[in-house]
């Protein structure tokens, strides 16, 4: 980053606070956090833009809009994007920036998780953030909270081509006993090729009635047009499937597939064979094409591995509904790992609680993170573009 690229941020900063007096500080603070993120995605990459070096370990890649609430104002920021193998990038500018904001809003989630009095949290919060504030405060906050997020658990759906399903478990406490309770979650990808998680459930499994309930609730607030679901194969999921979204076409996930198998595979060695076995049978062009593989590999591993050739005849086809679709679309939706993405977030958040006081301390800290996430996605660009079969992210 050059000194005059510098000095010109610098002047535009003393030019808006010229114009606009305090009024003007929020635009001044996006002028200067941007600059800086430019500053440090140079030192991250070891060249500034345009710059000939061989030290350079990556490109510039453009920028990400941001907007973010902060104290003096709302702050329209460019996050530096940047591009190439095994780079990763996130500006420490931004993250020391709403450091406070952050400990404010994890202070508030403790409260629930732990089950701590507006008195203790009071005090946490006036050590964190250097705040003096009520516990009738804290509470007003907490029922804004509850509100805010109850609006997104409820809020209207509308028509969604493509739905997928998952569930991730954490230990909460139940009638004075630590059970495993199942967070069921929901992912809607839009006419328009945006997705978005459209709810969330804590039930105390994955029973049938529980994911009936689940999509029960999601169809009474107008979810419809659903053409293909994606999920693993548990039982209570496609009873529940079969009662509430009847004849719409279900894909087994086929990552889930892939382990799956492994059970029946005889030996380790065999292992890796069979994995590609597997794999040319999902990238087959066309559904009569997969089964002429599958019955290709069944045969292939009958005699020397007859538990895996039966599991497979029996099993593998229960992938195939995604493969009437544009091979585009195909990669994005023949498996759940966008879920398993979301469930990685999860446990990352939630573990260091350990065991949950209520279902409804679950229910509010998972609220927040994927509307959070859904929110970023819905403003996001396209996840898939449906009516040219081309995926743009």
């Known amino acids: 980053m050059t000194r005059q690229e510098n000095d010109t941020a610098f002047g535009e900063v003393i030019e808006v606070i010229l114009q606009n007096g305090l009024e003007g500080l929020a ?32 490109y510039a890649n453009g920028y990400k809009p941001k907007a973010l609430k902060c104290r003096v104002g709302k702050l329209f920021l460019s996050v530096p994007q940047v591009r190439g193998e095994g780079i990763e990038f996130y500006p420490t500018a ?6 406070s904001e952050r400990a404010l809003k994890v202070a508030l989630a403790e409260m629930y998780v732990q089950g701590v009095s507006t008195r203790k949290v009071t ?19 907490s029922a804004l909270l509850d509100d805010e997020l109850e609006k997104w ?71 419809h047009g659903v053409e293909l679901v994606t999920s693993d194969d548990h039982h209570g999921l496609k009873q529940a499937l079969r009662a509430i979204l009847n004849g719409v076409l279900w894909n087994r996930c086929h990552t889930h597939l892939q382990r799956n198998a492994g059970a029946y595979v005889p030996k380790v060695a065999m292992r890796k064979e069979v994995a590609e076995d597997i794999r040319q049978i999902f990238n087959a062009k066309d559904v009569s094409k997969a089964k002429i593989l599958l019955d290709e590999t069944v045969e292939k591993y009958r005699k ?11 099993n593998i086809s229960d992938g195939f509904a995604i493969m009437t679709y544009p091979a585009q679309i195909r990669r994005l939706l023949r498996t759940t790992n966008m879920m398993e ?27 927040a993170l994927l509307m959070e996430i859904s929110q970023e996605w ?7 573009s449906l009516e040219e079969g081309q995926e743009t992210e």
Request: with cysteine; glycine share 6%; hydrophobic share 40%.
């Open 341 to 367: 993405r979301l469930n990685k977030e999860i446990k990352r958040r939630t573990r260091v609680v350990m065991v949950f006081p209520n279902t409804a301390s679950i229910q509010r800290l998972v609220s």
């Open 123 to 141: 005090k946490v919060l006036e050590e964190l953030c250097g705040l003096e504030i009520s516990s009738s405060e804290v509470s007003r906050c």
């Open 304 to 314: 020397s591995a007859s538990r895996l050739a039966s599991w497979l005849e029996e």
């Open 378 to 384: 819905e403003s996001n660009k396209v996840y898939v």
């Open 94 to 99: 931004l993250d020391k920036g709403i450091r």
């Open 27 to 58: 635009e001044a603070m996006s002028i200067v956090i941007n600059q800086a993120m430019k500053v440090e995605r140079s030192r991250a990459l070891h060249a500034s833009p345009y710059e000939r070096s061989t030290a350079r370990i990556g």
């Open 153 to 223: 658990r409820t809020r209207s759906l509308g028509e969604v081509r493509y739905l997928q399903l998952d569930a991730t478990y954490v230990k909460v406490r139940v009638d004075g006993e630590v059970r495993s309770c199942a967070v069921l979650i929901a992912v809607g990808i839009r006419p328009d090729g945006y997705r978005s998680i459209l709810g969330i459930s804590v039930s105390l499994s994955e029973a049938e009635v529980h994911w009936r309930e689940f999509l029960k609730s999601l169809v009474q607030r107008g979810l």
